[in-house]
């Protein structure tokens, strides 16, 4: 049993780190903890439905198409609202993402209904047997397709252009503005990545949790509990903590009871902030301007 806990945990994991990586991604380049982060997932799951039921797109092009419409989600965001407070302090730019939360929430409630709307599963039903534990091919599928978005963004912010003015900016957003690094270009960029991050996780958790305007919520906890994790700075912390939290959830669940998977969350995020402030990895803290 315990393998098998173990098993769904760095499945369910691998969905959360979606969640915190653009969390981390977005705060580091912009000091902005993303309160509607969960919901461009959400959109970008009614956005999946819309294509693949009401357009009848296959589902890679309504992938592509979902993708590409989150990410100009995000873009907006950026341009519309958090360009415009940049140089505010924390608690401005933290407030102004939770009125794009609630915005996103509404919208969608009045747009599609509160109701629970499922999701196609391009997958079978039949699970496969790896090292003794079972799990569905829906789940080996979403901890492949994450990996792989892990090794493109080691790829990218370690050989690109843009990835390593990311990271400059990480590291001393003023000397790198004086280096000439676009600053606010890579800062959009950034919310992109972020929008992209949100799309796949909304059409891998889609046929998971059913598409609603609230299916997000919990996600966004536990991504935050797994960006924490991290330091709120660290990529690789944020998703061994995402990993960790999936794995710790479904053994609590598995042994105490589903009721306790949330509590579980809220401990942990306690105990980091306790002990490790800065997270497993020791995120650092960027230079502020």
Do not use: C
């Amino acid at each position: 049993m315990l393998a098998q806990l173990i098993m769904s945990g760095i499945a369910t994991g691998s969905l959360y780190a979606l969640t915190s990586v653009a969390i981390v991604l977005i705060f580091r380049n912009t000091r902005t903890i993303n309160l509607a982060q969960g919901d461009f997932s959400m959109i970008g799951a009614f956005m999946g439905l819309v294509f693949l039921k009401t357009l009848h797109l296959p589902f890679i092009i309504a992938f592509v198409a979902t993708i590409f419409a989150v990410v100009l989600l995000a873009v907006l965001v950026e341009r519309l609202v958090m360009r415009k407070i940049r140089d505010a302090d924390w608690l401005t730019l933290f407030t102004a993402t939770l009125g794009v939360f609630y915005i996103l929430h509404g919208m969608a409630g009045w747009i599609w209904g509160r109701d629970t709307k499922a999701f196609p599963n391009p997958f079978s039903v039949q699970p496969i047997s790896i090292g003794g534990a079972l799990i569905s091919k829906a789940s080996l599928f979403n901890i492949l397709i994450v990996a792989g978005i892990g090794l493109s963004l080691f790829l990218f912010f370690r050989y690109t252009k843009a990835g390593i003015a990311m990271r400059a900016i990480t590291d001393d957003p003023e000397t790198a503005r004086l280096m000439g690094i676009p600053v606010q270009f890579i800062v959009m960029l950034t919310w992109a990545v972020g929008g992209l991050l949100a799309a796949v996780a909304g059409i891998l958790l889609a046929p998971i949790i059913y598409v609603s305007p609230q299916m997000m919520d919990t996600v966004l906890i536990k991504g935050y509990v797994g960006a924490i994790f991290g330091g709120l700075y660290s990529i690789p912390g944020a998703i061994l903590g995402s990993l960790l939290i999936g794995v710790i959830e479904n053994i609590a669940g598995g042994y105490l009871g589903a009721q306790y998977k949330v509590t579980i969350a809220f401990v942990m995020i306690v105990l980091i902030l306790a002990f490790r402030p800065r997270g497993l990895m020791g995120g650092q803290a960027r230079r502020e301007v």
